[in-house]
């Protein structure tokens, strides 16, 4: 059973609205680390191959070790994060995959740097599900997308970071201090994490727009609600049967699907197509990410906000039509032998690819009760990761090896074409389905309000 932790004091509207913020920004910075330490091994993997004499394919193993166990570890943390305490959950996670990453820096061989890159999927699946959960009781529904959008900025730039950090580093000191850099702000941001208070479930349900704290008589209420969280077989029965739910795991899947191949195999085709070092390529890699990060994600989640009082599909409509608009974007940027051409339309379709933040974090959560919220976090990283960013890049991998048949690929010519004929039709079909579950996200929000189940 939880622990009772009153929630933010009523009758003080600054102060509820000034601790949202504070907890926003902690989760902020954790979620920036997260991704910082994520994507150093894309920056580094040059060297890596190098040192292991490893091909394509094994590569993109060690981006699938890291999703596979991150994917099904979020299934146990999401669990405990619906019956537990949140915010420990989140400190655990960081403290562990912290600990992996200092691992991977020490690696010896190509099967101990394999394992401790799973590790690290272990440490990081603890965050994501109980992070999710613990925010948006911190803010009220109408600032949600918004609010998912700011955090998952921290995605962004810490992407960004860990490209040009990692090739910047592995080209002067080697591509193991690259990771060793991240262990230090980690063993910070988990002691931050234990120290944040815990909000009641349900309470950001009853916040007003303006964030005037929740009615006294949920407020003075503990954090362990009286209906207990169903078990979670029962669990994911009742958030699967959510047809716009169904939609978004779908949908999110795909869009995985192309994130994960592209950012891990972009520094690498820049690399071979132009000839650029690994500091170079990280850099460049890093800045197209990090402002198509921010932009779409803030972009998509303030106009689906803007649009959700008008249009209660607002959310699944902005993500359909960016991953509609990426597609020939890609198509265009993948052909292209100038960078004056690549990075522009590159740029472009990263905005649109990462519209779908904001927008598609808040409507899994709004079409379901708040005991189910952290396992429907759990779910959607399972299924997303497992069959979309998993495969992804060793799929990749392999089909730029088939391609090239153990000839050198010149100029990334076979890279560039597995890309090709992978990534656009992905999107393509994502968008598709997004406009497919339009017509059921009105009824699956309104059930969800029905009973105030916490």
């Known amino acids: 059973m939880a622990i009772a932790v009153p929630a933010p004091t009523v009758g003080a509207p600054s102060r509820v609205r000034s601790y949202a913020k504070h907890?926003?920004?902690?989760?902020?910075?954790?979620?920036?680390?997260?991704?910082?330490?994520?994507?150093?091994?894309?920056?580094?993997?040059?060297?890596?191959?190098?040192?292991?004499r490893i091909s394509d394919f094994q590569a993109g193993l060690l981006?699938?070790?890291?999703?596979?166990?991150?994917?099904?570890?979020?299934?146990?943390?999401?669990?405990?994060?619906?019956?537990?305490?949140?915010?420990?959950?989140?400190?655990?996670?960081?403290?562990?995959?912290?600990?992996?990453?200092?691992?991977?820096?020490?690696?010896?061989?190509?099967?101990s740097l394999f394992i401790s890159r799973a590790a690290v999927g272990v440490g990081e699946a603890g965050y994501y599900p109980a992070g999710?959960?613990?925010?948006?009781?911190?803010?009220?529904?109408e600032k949600r997308a918004w609010m998912l959008g700011v955090w998952n900025v921290g995605a962004s730039i810490g992407v960004a970071f860990g490209f040009a950090i990692g090739g910047l580093i592995a080209d002067h000191l080697g591509w193991r201090w690259a990771f060793y850099f991240t262990v230090i702000p980690g063993a910070i941001c988990t002691i931050l994490a234990f120290r944040i208070r815990e909000p009641r479930r349900g309470c950001g349900d009853v916040?007003?727009?303006?964030?005037?704290?929740?009615?006294?008589?949920?407020?003075?209420?503990?954090?362990?609600?009286?209906?207990?969280a169903p078990p979670f077989m029962t669990a994911v029965r009742q958030i699967l049967t959510v047809p716009t739910m169904r939609v978004a795991l779908i949908a999110q899947t795909m869009n995985f699907f192309v994130l994960?191949?592209?950012?891990?195999?972009?520094?690498?085709?820049?690399?071979?197509?132009f000839e650029m070092s690994q500091s170079k390529a990280g850099l460049i890699s890093g800045a197209v990410l990090v402002l198509a990060g921010i932009?779409?994600?803030?972009?998509?989640?303030?106009?689906?906000?803007?649009?959700?009082?008008?249009?209660?599909?607002?959310?699944?409509?902005?993500?359909?039509?960016?991953?509609?608009?990426?597609?020939?974007l890609l198509v265009v940027s993948l052909l292209a032998n100038s960078l004056a051409v690549l990075i522009p339309l590159f740029f472009l379709a990263g905005i649109c690819l990462q519209a779908y933040h904001g927008p598609m974090s808040a409507l899994m959560q709004d079409v379901v009760t708040p005991r189910l919220r952290a396992v429907a976090v759990a779910v959607s990283l399972i299924v997303a990761h497992v069959l979309g960013d998993?495969?992804?890049?060793?799929?990749?991998?392999?089909?730029?090896?088939?391609?090239?048949s153990g000839h050198k690929d010149t100029l990334g010519q076979h890279l560039g074409t597995a890309l090709q004929f992978t990534l656009p039709p992905m999107i393509l079909a994502a968008g598709i389905v997004c406009f497919l579950g339009l017509r059921y996200v009105k009824q699956d929000t309104d059930a969800a309000e029905q009973p105030m189940a916490v």
């Open 132 to 141: 999710t959960s613990l925010l948006v009781d911190y803010f009220p529904k």
């Open 207 to 228: 916040l007003s727009p303006s964030m005037d704290g929740p009615i006294p008589e949920l407020a003075e209420r503990p954090v362990h609600a009286e209906v207990p």
């Open 295 to 328: 932009i779409g994600t803030l972009g998509g989640g303030w106009l689906a906000d803007r649009l959700l009082p008008r249009i209660p599909s607002a959310r699944l409509l902005v993500t359909g039509w960016a991953f509609i608009i990426s597609a020939p």
């Open 390 to 404: 998993a495969a992804s890049p060793s799929l990749v991998g392999a089909l730029s090896d088939s391609i090239g």
């Open 23 to 52: 907890v926003l920004w902690i989760m902020f910075a954790i979620n920036f680390l997260n991704y910082m330490d994520r994507f150093i091994l894309p920056s580094v993997l040059s060297s890596i191959q190098k040192e292991f």
């Open 260 to 273: 994960g191949a592209a950012v891990l195999w972009f520094p690498t085709l820049l690399q071979r197509r």
């Open 63 to 111: 981006a699938t070790a890291f999703t596979l166990v991150y994917a099904v570890a979020a299934l146990p943390f999401g669990i405990w994060a619906d019956r537990g305490i949140r915010k420990n959950v989140v400190a655990t996670g960081v403290g562990l995959w912290s600990l992996a990453t200092l691992m991977t820096g020490a690696a010896g061989s190509f099967f």
